[in-house]
């Protein structure tokens, strides 16, 4: 039987994986480009999963001991300015607010002269600055801290190239920021929120993710160190899911954020900041997707279950109608993870073959479908999302209706566990450790061979680095970036012995994932 | 016993309102003036106003049949200039984002003058025009109709003056936007919504409000109809707390929002739209604070029940500790309007004395304080925010431990109930219909007395009008606004006959309330 989506993820030889992302993305009806230049547009399907991803995490951040706050949208200019290596980061791409007032001039509506702004204003792309500056004035004395905040926002990047939630001129996200007596508290909090990211993304977006720490030249600007959870995607490519930066004093040194110690000495706060955004639902998409659109887990699913009547205009219709009715109430009345099965029943005047279609594509985790018979058998026919076909059949399920209901939590906990557990395995089977010089990664990730082949699927690198900084470093960079590729992360919770550096051939202190990226 | 704030609302003969406003504001820590002009920060304890406030509203948005999406923050100039009358209201308030890129010259950051956009963006003052652009795509047949749509958002109008959640240049809101079929259903879709503000204002924020439609001149910019819920607050003025508009077909026309109806014909729909704000807060704490601060009703507390422990450094801390302990278990476990009851044990390093008072002024609803007698007798002593004190004496009241957990949740209730009617009391009986004339309403505003006197106590007029337009209408509306007055709203469910109008002596049509505003 032919697939839901018409572009598929490869056609053999040749990766569509570029335009299956695009094609899942529309026909599970997720997002769309809007008409202002690299600003997506969130459907309901798409934030519905928001909404659960903003749901889970937000706990979890409360959980934690932080607290949400809200920050203004703009920041001055001199605030962006004060922190140097911060410029040289973010100065390239920001809207920049330079007037407060729209006029008719000459029969056309523009910004009116007149209302010019003594100093622009900056769409936040990140607000460390401007939440550094309300620390300052937070925080006096040592029973101050730790001040511990989050906030829900958005944030705006000016982007050269967009891809819907991969990355966009403007995006929803969280950013945690935090201030400490010491580093090594500072620190602690920057690993137990990398942790918080990798427990969340396994745990409720059923996405693997090695957790380690960003190269010296892959920091967030102004930051001392900075961790990434790292995912890899169905065209084995990584997407950094996740950041968590321990900025030590620059932002402390920049804005003037000081505490009273015990003894009564002016002391700088060590700060941390940590962020994930809409870019985890294009994980999501990446990692569960398959050639029928979109699979999501259910702990995400806006429904988890949807029920479609097949109908024929009979008057069987009014039974299947009634049993339809009946199993949606006593399905919502279940719980699955805490929380009443999120239950659809699809009355929609659509044809019946295209509301199964339309529910594969976008991802429902089970697909109920209901006609004469099984009311008449007191069953229920359904399908598994994670697991739609047979060869290229399509698999139904049939089983009895009070069965169906008793067991429902128990399947989406099955369909969580298997959509985890497939890109468990996609991840653990896809990271060579056998190659060992520049050589063997330049041959490996074909280098010289033309495009359509370097975009096979290639996963990841996993080998051991001498750590340089510096000129080295930057060599290095450069080496891997004529090849596609890139330093994702070392690591966490390493051995202590390594092999000989990949570049250089000197004594190894360190493994790093070495792969290409969104 | 001194009152808890040091600025009351009135010293006697002159009232201190926007004084005690500030000083609320500041005390319970709810929000703060921002570096950025016009933009506050809002802190723990009034963005976690906000979350139940959304929390409790997103579900009666959503039960009404509407799906959450997120549209961009920037809106093309030329999507403003669409809509003519649009324009003319808000064209004058804007922010103007016109560079994409900053960059050092002479020394100096600065916007790069090759970074110049080829048209401006504005920043949302609300998103009429960007997601009526979506619904002329998303729409095209009478089976995509009704369109239900609601946003979470900041918005930013540019404001000279600016207050702390009742005023600001940014805020945070929710926008809905619907399209149907025609105008009757649209009109349905816009009372609907405006009763489920009512509903939810009078029921979570204890705030009862009147709800009617605005006057000809204070619609909404490109509205054909425009309806308001207004509430009193205790200075007599009245804050317009929600606004829901039918639009007509005038945005449809301006962004070709036309469906093909069940003849096949091209037809222009028919929209509305509506939206609550941060505002909500500034009104609940003009509606139910005192001069000890602020009075949460419980619906919206962040934390309902919050336990100091008297502690004296001496060996009996102990069993009060593990006495405050097991209260803040047992008491989690209790539910009040279908959640868990939020308490909060308040273990900081802090006098007990501050931190009672701490809880006072932000409006926790009870405060219990916990002493080693409490502990050798069973018994719970606790203060109730809503009836704080007897004369100038702070009550405390003291209940078996048991029958205060088995309680609590009534106790919540009876708390809402009494912050509600306490405010019912004030709306109903403050609003004069004795004042028949031009004359005698400014001499009951005070015309010609001194600022003032000007401010006093004086509630709303309810008065017949002929209701009309053009220039009359704005002739009366100049006169009222000498007296600092204006029109509220026309209250729905008016009876059929009328006395004469107050400005005219013509035949009246209906009643309008007529009082001072934010």
């Known amino acids: 039987m032919q697939r839901a989506l018409s572009v598929h993820r490869s056609d053999g030889a040749r990766s569509n994986f570029p335009n299956w992302y695009q094609a899942v993305v529309r026909e599970a009806d997720m997002a769309e480009i809007s008409p202002v230049r690299g600003c997506m547009i969130i459907k309901p399907w798409g934030y519905g999963v928001w909404e659960l991803i903003q749901k889970e995490l937000d706990k979890r951040i409360k959980d934690a001991g932080h607290d949400n706050c809200y920050f203004p949208l703009f920041i001055p200019l001199s605030f962006i300015a004060k922190e140097a290596s911060h ?79 991969l990355r966009t001129t403007e995006f929803l996200w969280q950013e945690g920021h935090t201030a400490h007596a010491d580093g090594h508290e500072a620190m602690e909090e920057t690993l137990r929120i990398l942790d918080l990211y990798r427990e969340f993304s396994e745990k409720i977006l059923a996405m693997p993710v090695i957790d380690g720490e960003k190269s010296a030249n892959e920091r967030f600007p102004g930051a001392v160190k900075t961790y990434s959870i790292e995912a890899m995607m169905q065209d084995g490519k990584a997407l950094q899911a996740g950041t968590s930066h321990y ?80 199993l949606t109430d006593a399905l919502s009345q279940m719980k699955v993870y805490g929380q009443p099965i999120r239950v659809l029943f699809d009355t929609k005047d659509v044809k019946s073959a295209d509301k199964r279609w339309n529910w594969v594509r976008r991802g429902a985790p089970i697909i109920v479908e209901i006609g004469p018979r099984d009311v008449a058998n007191g069953v229920v026919s359904f399908m598994r999302r994670d697991s739609l076909r047979d060869g290229d059949k399509v698999k139904s399920h049939s089983m009895p209706r009070d069965e169906f209901v008793a067991g429902a939590a128990g399947l989406l906990n099955q369909i969580q566990a298997t959509l985890f557990a497939e890109a468990k395995n996609r991840l653990e089977s896809n990271i060579r450790s056998d190659i060992t010089s520049p050589g063997a990664l330049a041959e490996y990730f074909g280098a010289g061979k033309d495009d359509d082949e370097a975009d096979e699927f290639k996963g990841w690198v996993r080998a051991p680095w001498s750590n340089p900084t510096g000129a080295a470093l930057a060599g290095i960079e450069q080496q891997l970036k004529s090849l596609k590729l890139s330093i994702r992360n070392a690591p966490m919770d390493q051995d202590e012995s390594h092999g000989p550096c990949i570049f250089t051939g000197e004594k190894g202190v360190q493994d790093i994932l070495i792969a290409r990226s969104y």
């Open 247 to 326: 900025l030590g004093t620059h932002f402390a040194e920049a804005q003037n954020i000081r505490f009273q110690n015990e003894t009564g000495e002016l002391t700088l706060c060590h700060t941390t900041s940590w962020g994930v955004s809409t870019r985890l639902i294009g994980g999501v998409i990446m990692t569960h997707g398959d050639d029928d659109g979109l699979r999501l887990p259910p702990t995400i699913a806006p429904k988890q279950i949807v029920i479609v009547p097949m109908l024929r205009g009979k008057p069987e219709d009014a039974d299947v109608l009634g049993f339809c009715h009946r």
């Open 87 to 165: 410029v040289g980061g973010f100065a390239k791409e920001m809207a920049v607010v330079t007037h407060h007032r729209l006029k008719t001039i000459d029969g056309k509506l523009q910004p009116d002269p007149d209302s010019k702004l003594e100093e622009p204003l900056i769409v936040r792309p990140t607000s460390e600055t401007i939440i550094g500056d309300a620390f300052s004035r937070w925080i006096k004395s040592h029973r101050d801290l730790p001040m511990l905040i989050n906030q829900w926002a958005n944030v705006v990047r000016w982007e050269m190239r967009t891809r819907l939630f």
